[in-house]
């Protein structure tokens, strides 16, 4: 059961917190409004939500570390551009 709906709701859940709660208050209902078929609102319905919560809050800590420190470190760039010259 992937469906680019399912997939792009997941992705919704773990990245807006508002729509987090209002579907951790509605699950099933929530699922429905964003277009999944009614067994996979079921299955939504029946998500771990302490897990939910904890792979929103990695992914935000995750997005937080790289627009405080950019994609890259700039020590490791700098290493890394040093390094494959050596090698190629």
Do not use: N, V
């Amino acid at each position: 059961m992937s469906s680019p709906a399912l997939e792009t709701c997941l992705a919704k859940l773990y990245t807006d917190d508002a729509l987090r709660e209002a579907f951790l208050r509605a699950p099933h209902a929530q699922a429905l409004l964003h277009g999944l078929s009614p067994q996979e609102a079921e299955a939504m319905a029946a998500i771990d939500r302490i897990g939910l919560q904890m792979a929103a809050a990695s992914y935000q800590a995750k997005r937080a570390g790289r627009a405080a420190h950019g994609s890259q470190p700039k020590a490791a760039r700098r290493w890394w551009q040093r390094l494959l010259p050596a090698w190629c």
